[in-house]
């Protein structure tokens, strides 16, 4: 009896699926280029639950950690998997901006196939809330006072916080620090101690901290306003004419799979973009969904790479592509 | 209390009960860590109320610090990195036919210094966050120069070998992505080297896989190791506990304020505390060779190190290890928003937290000490059995962490050279140190660099480093001290 109902069950979650001429028969594995509790890693996870609770996938969806060289090893991991029609990756913009830096990075996201874009990651600019900067302007004055004695935390100097910092001190000619910790809190850690004077932070993780009166935003790395921050002012409202650089998330699959294999994978993330519970969770951590096809998402490829391209090289970082 | 109401109902408890098992277990094995099974747990945890997962999630990640001694003891493979400096002590316990002491005293460390971490965490979880962020990084260069000190006491017989191999750990601690240039180092155009070596793997190639290797030599090694017969004989005599009783204070202190700071970790505390514990001691030249404080201390600050970790991720919402961010990671995706708000709001959740990790502790006790006797039995099994068991479990411990063939060709690297250091009698320690302080350590002095925009005064002019900084130094004149001193005995004999 028991084994009839399961058998039904799982009919009826096979069911919605059938049309596209591929269905997954065993579970799927997502590949992320973050240890567990990274960015990519906990996008993963939410996605993965999402998928599960909308019905979205008739199999089970693991999630893999392939860490190592900044996506460079989950990259070359895909690669591997050339035709492997039940593996997909999260991918992120250092997976676009690596290979230009490092030459063990032999794998590019143009060598993968491209499936999704799902997701647009804006930043806001934080500092101490008893700083005594109170606006953009202010602080980078200040730094063109004192040239390089303000400090900023980030990341490595090919992440989005750094090149934020690049296109800042190109406009104004200001020169500050960039610090790099490993790990985000660290980050914030280094900021709230008043150890740095300035960090490039994600919305929903300086939320808490401007409510508890620890931190103040000068600006938002973004084109238009975020809603939760209405009178924080944008870049360019700010006074600085810079194109923010967005941090992008979305998915690929190996290469050389089949092309009902792209167009069912394709289709699962539309619906899974559309779904209130991918909605919910975009609104929650203040993203902006930014879902593109697969031929739209290869077109940004090449627009994204020269941009960055150009602005690391300004920076002075050595490129190798 | 309002805390105990939540932790002693009995799905909470039972939660409880799951995630100290499951911890334990996972704790065991080498291998798979609590960041990855906790990841994997999450999307059970949806079932469930947020208190109750979140009672479940933290027993794993206590569990696996009790857990994880055992096969350091047993067998010399570390099951996680914090567990390495347990092996020092622990194995040569064991192999003396003492293992059932050591586990028992692991068992009482872990449970004395797992309360007071967790007596930390609800005495002085706000004011320790903030003395926390004071500590940026001149300060943590210093202390893991401290740390890197204590090589001058884990030295063997040699000083110059085991700075060598101090040195060799330095390098491969610095072979990977370089974080400040994005450049790779040392990697000879191998990807998996990109990410670096993983410690785990150097440690387990060459404490289990070189002393496996070592003792095949001889022609007599087919004989089981001494176990003693009688439960009496398997647990720790009051003696040991008497021995003990500083190792069990100072780990537990050592391991909770390195717990505190984002940008340490267990790992380091419990060296340390083996450390600090051997320079204060009555007996140094018998650590190492099986003294019992030299479990007690890095198992004690092991799991201290839990309760202090938990200060910052809870009351400032920063995570310091991969366990607290997938912790963290889970909050979010239940719908909270950690941060400095986060225990004021959900007074509920924390303190029902709190209480169940006293809960827990005792549970972890009460679970692990009749698990002593029945582990000590493994050594009873005959070498020609022993060994290759070791060597299975540690290429399965490496390759169900990474998923890569190359760590278990690494591994097999390793276990030669760790083989090869005991030939020519160099002593592995300081290898394991450089290699786990040496990251840390050279960010921390390139991130103060950039601050003070070059100048090394950075280093001494604040308070908390300059006097790390001096006890680093008065360390590293042990030594001299030392020989000093026996050279003046020898001129007043004549």
Same mark, same amino acid.
């Given at each position: 009896m028991k084994r009839v109902a399961l058998a039904v069950l799982g009919l009826a979650v096979a069911l919605p699926a059938m049309p596209q001429g591929f269905t997954p028969t065993r579970p799927v594995e997502v590949v992320v280029h973050t240890g567990p509790g990274g960015g990519s890693d906990v996008l993963a996870r939410a996605m993965v639950l999402i998928m599960e609770k909308e019905k979205l996938l008739p199999v089970r969806a693991q999630v893999a950690n392939k860490p190592g060289g900044g996506g460079v090893v989950a990259a070359a991991y895909l690669a591997e998997k050339k035709g492997e029609t039940h593996t997909i990756g999260i991918f992120t913009g250092v997976w676009l901006t690596n290979p230009l830096t490092s030459n063990e990075a032999k794998v590019s996201l143009k060598d993968l196939t491209p499936i999704a874009r799902l997701l647009l990651e804006p930043a806001v600019i934080a500092v101490k809330a008893?700083?005594?900067?109170?606006t953009l302007g202010d602080f980078v004055s200040a730094a063109k006072q004192k040239p390089g004695e303000l400090k900023q935390s980030g990341g490595s100097i090919t992440s989005r916080d750094n090149v934020v910092r690049q296109q800042l001190q190109k406009v104004s000619g200001a020169r500050w620090q960039f610090i790099s910790f490993p790990g985000g809190g660290e980050r914030i850690a280094a900021l709230l101690g008043g150890h740095v004077n300035m960090m490039v932070i994600e919305p929903n993780e300086a939320g808490e901290h401007i409510r508890a009166g620890n931190m103040r935003l000068l600006a938002q790395v973004n084109d238009k306003r975020l809603a939760a921050y209405a009178n924080v002012p944008t870049l360019k409202e700010a006074g600085f004419d810079v194109t923010p650089v967005p941090q992008v998330r979305g998915v690929v699959a190996p290469p050389g799979i089949p092309r009902e294999n792209v167009a069912y994978w394709e289709g699962v993330f539309k619906k899974m973009s559309q779904t209130e519970s991918w909605k919910k969770y975009v609104a929650d951590n203040q993203f902006e969904d930014a879902y593109q096809n697969a031929a739209d998402l290869a077109r940004f490829y090449d627009d994204f790479t020269g941009q960055m391209r150009g602005i690391l090289q300004e920076a002075g970082v050595k490129t190798v592509r | 209390m309002q805390g105990f109401a939540v932790a002693l109902q009995p799905m909470n408890l039972l939660w409880c009960f799951l995630g100290v098992v499951l911890g334990t277990v996972i704790g065991v094995m080498p291998g798979l860590g609590p960041p990855a099974t906790i990841a994997m747990l999450l999307p059970l945890t949806f079932l469930m109320n947020p208190a109750s997962a979140m009672i479940m999630l933290a027993g794993i990640y206590y569990g696996a610090k009790y857990g994880g001694s055992t096969t350091s003891i047993?067998?010399?493979? #570390? %099951?996680? &990195?914090?567990s390495v400096a347990t092996c020092f002590d622990g194995y040569q316990m064991a192999r003396k036919g003492r293992a059932g002491a050591a586990l028992g005293i692991a068992a009482i460390a872990s449970f004395i210094a797992g309360t007071v971490g967790v007596l930390g965490l609800m005495l002085i979880a706000p004011p320790l966050a903030k003395m926390a962020l004071a500590f940026s990084s001149p300060e943590y260069f210093a202390l893991m120069a401290l740390g890197l000190a204590m090589v001058v006491l884990l030295a063997g017989r040699s000083m110059v070998k085991a700075l060598l191999a101090m040195l060799v750990g330095l390098w491969l601690a610095g072979i990977g992505t370089d974080l400040f240039s994005q450049t790779s180092r040392f990697t000879f155009g191998q990807m998996e080297l990109l990410s670096g070596v993983d410690f785990v793997v150097v440690a387990i190639g060459v404490f289990a896989i070189g002393e496996v290797l070592t003792n095949m030599e001889g022609r007599e090694a087919a004989k089981a190791l001494p176990v003693p017969k009688g439960i009496r004989n398997l647990l720790p005599t009051l003696q040991d506990l008497k021995d003990s009783r500083f190792a069990f204070a100072n780990g537990s202190l050592v391991g909770f304020l390195i717990g505190v700071l984002p940008g340490a970790g267990s790992t380091i505390a419990s060296f340390i505390s083996y450390g600090l514990e051997k320079a204060v001691s009555r007996r140094p030249e018998q650590f190492g060779q099986g003294v019992v404080e030299g479990v007690a201390a890095p198992e004690a600050a092991n799991n201290s190190e839990t309760g202090g970790a938990l200060v910052p991720m809870l009351t400032? %919402?920063? #995570?310091? &290890?991969s366990t607290t961010a997938v912790l963290l990671a889970a909050l979010v995706l239940w719908g909270f928003k950690p941060g400095p708000l986060f225990i004021p709001e959900n007074p509920a959740l924390f303190w029902g937290l709190v209480a169940s990790m006293y809960i827990g502790n005792v549970m972890l006790l009460v679970l692990n000490m009749p698990l002593v006797p029945l582990f000590a039995q493994v050594l009873r099994t005959p070498t020609y059995i022993l060994y290759p068991l070791i060597l299975g479990i540690s290429v399965i411990g490496v390759y169900s962490t990474s998923g890569s063939l190359f760590d278990v060709w690494l591994l097999a690297g390793f276990g030669l050279l760790g083989y090869l250091m005991r030939k020519l009698d160099y002593p592995s320690a300081p290898l394991i140190l450089g290699l786990v302080l040496g990251g840390a350590l050279e960010r921390a002095l390139r991130q103060s660099l950039m601050m003070s925009d070059g100048s090394l005064s950075i280093l001494v002019s604040r308070p908390v480093s300059a006097v790390m900084l001096s006890l680093t130094l008065l360390i590293l004149l042990i030594p001299l001290f030392n020989k000093f001193n026996a050279w003046r005995l020898k001129a007043l004999d004549n």
């Open positions: 008893d700083a005594p900067y109170k | 047993l067998l010399n493979v #570390p %099951g996680e &990195s914090a400032l %919402g920063i #995570p310091g &290890s």
